[in-house]
């Protein structure tokens, strides 16, 4: 009998132990992070009980700081609090004793070029373009087409604007274009194009548009994973190529599929061509070699072409862009971020300008080379697009 309550109280006693230490233990599934509070901090939250030392990685934190470090609570909860931050989209990961992890009570994340992180959103001013809001929406569509310049068939992103399955309206068309490491997926992902331009036409801030995203990389078909080349490991080297001339030389491709299949208004002047860094490079190059087809030219941070006789399309460059001023466009437009690696190189590019006396506009924002700031080029190109001419009216 002894023995028997001996082990009785052992087990109790165990047990004790056990739920005293559970209580301790937060619930995996009540733990919110990020936490967003009314003031605009953000609270973020890991639960790492064996971890020595966490750190949040994000472009929250104020510029030059790369790393905030949480801190352990009894439970193994670690946290810390970012104050007050300006409406904007962000991204974040956690680094675990040196190894990145994404937060796991946030579903919220997504790719860029072989990183993966983590998003939240703060509501309010140019932020608000960038939600989902209550008003009509346009469709994405992931589309293939063949190439016949290329000999291959490849995919992009077309943006249709809302109502334009039951109109039978034309509409104006944007092509849209990525970065280095970007990829058809890019603009709607990472740059929110489909929220900036529904809440802008809804805002009736512009004009309800198509917007065509395709792939920049000629030797791959599609984003990374949705090929036959499978789950592949993507990265910078494997999205070479960008600077080769054929994505310009076969553009007319996607003008022709575009004016086949959508009910666009097919003429310059209800043609826009714009895009980021490498995507720049590509505007630049593509309205100066076919200069009768665009009459809007959006510059994001762009990359500069550089003479080159080997490649048709960077070759007599200077009489190219003559030739542009002379045909005549309504809109040459340029942003760059005061820190962008490419600044100077974007400053010689307008000097170029300034000497032919080819008009553009400018405009120039805080930080560098990041989505913080094509977002916001975007919002502010788009609404000069297509505007009527006095003979339209």
């Excluded at 619930?27 to 003031?39: G, L, V």
């Excluded at 280095?180 to 009736?204: C, P």
Aim: proline residues 5%.
């Amino acid at each position: 009998m002894k023995k028997i309550f001996l082990i009785s109280t052992l087990l109790a006693l165990t047990s004790a132990r056990i739920l005293a230490q559970q209580s301790l233990m937060p619930d995996r599934n009540t733990i919110i992070s990020p936490e967003i509070h009314d003031d605009h901090s953000v609270t973020f939250r890991l639960f790492a009980p064996q971890a020595k030392e966490v750190r949040l990685v994000s472009d929250c934190l104020p510029e030059g700081k790369n790393f905030e470090d949480l801190q352990k609570d009894e439970s193994g909860l670690w946290s810390c609090t970012v104050n007050k931050l300006n409406p904007e989209l962000y991204g974040y990961t956690f680094s675990v004793d040196g190894v990145k992890v994404i937060d796991p009570n946030n579903v919220y994340f997504i790719r860029d070029v072989a990183n993966v992180f983590n998003i939240f959103l703060i509501d309010g001013e140019r932020a608000d373009l960038y939600k989902v809001n209550d008003i009509p929406h346009g469709s994405l569509t992931k589309i293939w087409y063949q190439s016949p310049t290329l000999n291959k068939e490849r995919r992009m992103t077309i943006y249709t604007p809302p109502g334009y399955e039951s109109s039978k309206q034309n509409y104006p068309v944007l092509y849209l274009l990525h970065g280095m490491g970007g990829d058809e997926n890019a603009w709607t992902e990472l740059g929110r194009a489909s929220q900036i331009l529904d809440n802008l036409i809804a805002r009736g801030a512009a004009k309800p548009m198509i917007v065509v995203m395709p792939n920049g990389h000629v030797i791959i078909d599609a984003a990374p994973g949705e090929t036959a080349d499978g789950f592949y490991k993507p990265n910078t080297f494997r999205l070479r190529g960008g600077f080769a001339g054929e994505m310009e030389k076969s553009f007319p491709d996607i003008i022709q599929f575009v004016e086949k299949n959508y009910r666009v208004k097919a003429d310059k002047a209800h043609r826009a061509i714009a895009g980021l860094s490498m995507g720049g490079l590509h505007s630049i190059a593509i309205s100066a070699n076919y200069p009768n087809t665009f009459d809007y030219i959006g510059l994001f941070s762009a990359a500069t072409p550089q003479e080159n006789e080997k490649i048709e399309v960077y070759h007599n460059l200077d009489q190219k862009f003559k030739l542009q001023k002379e045909n005549g466009y309504q809109l040459y437009w340029i942003g760059m971020g005061k820190t962008d690696f490419l600044y100077q190189n974007g400053t010689l590019f307008r000097n170029k300008l300034d000497e032919i006396d080819m008009k553009y506009t400018y405009y120039e924002s805080q930080g560098g080379h990041t989505w913080r700031n094509w977002r916001i080029y975007l919002s502010e190109f788009a609404p000069l697009l297509f505007k009527e001419k006095e003979s339209e009216k």
